[in-house]
């Protein structure tokens, strides 16, 4: 039986269509004191052995609504509790970055695993959080997603992925879409606040760009990034990212710039989640 948080109702969705098996009636609500409850009235009328979450843990509060939901299905008699989480927060906070300073990554995971018999996350943006899990987590690879809302119709495409340690994506979207080639931007700081981004070695005038990354946050340093493709006379510039975050005014500000369409999958249910990640999912479940 599928469960799901309230920020992935979609995916949850197109996860029990593909795995064929029941989408649990849950309710979301606030008391007056403003403490939550998520709780899951279908998985006790309905008796399963499993039990699989759905939860992209897009808040503090949607990392709450997990933990109940964990409980409430172990309150229900479910023997086996499966917690995907298509997008994992707090998943960059995977270090102290000063002293005193917590590793939020492994409290979150700490907490989660404590509910979860297994969990699976969407491309990470560090794979090593995996290991903050007891047991550890699966790494679920939905890069190539990204592939299927592309035009038939790019000209001579480049994939750029937005530094040489995220090429993997780039890579994985190409030999998704069938061809073009691949690159990587270069960052190179001269100080504190100046920070020069190009294109590492391919020429990319009158072709269509593909710049793919895991997660779009702010859009501020893709726009500046676009920016630069522009002045060498790139062609249409798409952005395809697995996680759209797409915080504040991160569309508008892309846009600006002069992106032809941003497309992402549904780990973050956003108006761009043009491509469900439930197909890779199922692969594990």
């Given at each position: 039986?599928?469960v799901?948080?309230?920020a992935?109702?979609?995916?949850?969705?197109?996860?029990a269509?593909?795995?064929?098996?029941?989408?649990?009636?849950v309710?979301?609500?606030r008391f007056?004191?403003?403490?939550?409850?998520a709780?899951?009235?279908?998985?006790a009328?309905a008796?399963?052995d499993?039990?699989?979450i759905?939860?992209?843990?897009?808040s503090?509060?949607?990392?709450?609504?997990?933990?109940q939901?964990?409980?409430?299905?172990r309150?229900?008699?479910?023997?086996?509790?499966v917690?995907?989480?298509?997008?994992?927060?707090y998943?960059?906070?995977?270090?102290?970055?000063?002293?005193?300073?917590?590793?939020?990554?492994r409290?979150?995971?700490?907490?989660?695993?404590?509910?979860?018999d297994q969990?699976?996350?969407?491309?990470?943006?560090?794979?090593?959080v995996?290991?903050f899990?007891e047991?550890?987590?699966?790494?679920v690879?939905?890069?190539g997603?990204?592939?299927?809302?592309?035009?038939?119709d790019?000209?001579?495409?480049v994939?750029?992925s937005?530094?040489?340690?995220a090429i993997?994506?780039?890579?994985?979207?190409?030999?998704?879409?069938?061809?073009?080639?691949?690159?990587?931007?270069?960052?190179?700081?001269?100080?504190?606040?100046?920070?020069e981004?190009?294109?590492?070695?391919v020429?990319?005038a009158?072709?269509?760009?593909?710049?793919?990354?895991d997660?779009?946050?702010?859009?501020?340093?893709?726009?500046?990034?676009?920016?630069?493709?522009?002045?060498?006379?790139?062609?249409?510039v798409?952005?395809?990212?697995?996680?759209?975050?797409?915080?504040r005014?991160?569309?508008?500000?892309?846009s600006?710039?002069?992106?032809?369409?941003?497309?992402g999958?549904?780990?973050?249910?956003?108006?761009v989640s043009?491509?469900s990640?439930a197909?890779?999912?199922?692969?594990?479940?």
């Amino acid at each position: 039986m599928i469960v799901s948080g309230s920020a992935s109702q979609a995916l949850a969705a197109a996860l029990a269509r593909e795995l064929e098996e029941p989408l649990a009636a849950v309710e979301y609500d606030r008391f007056p004191d403003g403490e939550l409850l998520a709780a899951a009235p279908g998985v006790a009328d309905a008796d399963p052995d499993r039990a699989v979450i759905v939860a992209s843990t897009v808040s503090s509060d949607a990392h709450l609504e997990v933990l109940q939901l964990q409980d409430a299905v172990r309150e229900a008699g479910v023997d086996e509790v499966v917690t995907v989480l298509p997008y994992m927060g707090y998943g960059r906070q995977d270090q102290a970055f000063e002293p005193g300073h917590p590793i939020s990554a492994r409290a979150m995971a700490r907490a989660i695993s404590t509910g979860a018999d297994q969990v699976l996350t969407v491309d990470p943006h560090e794979e090593a959080v995996c290991e903050f899990f007891e047991p550890t987590a699966t790494a679920v690879d939905a890069a190539g997603r990204l592939a299927e809302p592309l035009p038939d119709d790019l000209v001579d495409p480049v994939f750029l992925s937005p530094d040489a340690g995220a090429i993997d994506l780039a890579e994985t979207v190409q030999a998704a879409y069938g061809t073009g080639e691949t690159d990587y931007f270069e960052k190179v700081r001269h100080s504190g606040t100046e920070v020069e981004i190009t294109p590492s070695d391919v020429d990319v005038a009158d072709r269509d760009v593909v710049v793919v990354d895991d997660i779009i946050a702010t859009g501020s340093t893709m726009s500046e990034a676009v920016g630069v493709l522009r002045q060498r006379s790139v062609g249409r510039v798409f952005i395809t990212c697995v996680h759209p975050l797409l915080a504040r005014n991160a569309v508008t500000k892309l846009s600006r710039a002069g992106v032809e369409a941003i497309y992402g999958t549904d780990t973050i249910e956003r108006g761009v989640s043009t491509v469900s990640v439930a197909p890779a999912l199922a692969t594990y479940l």
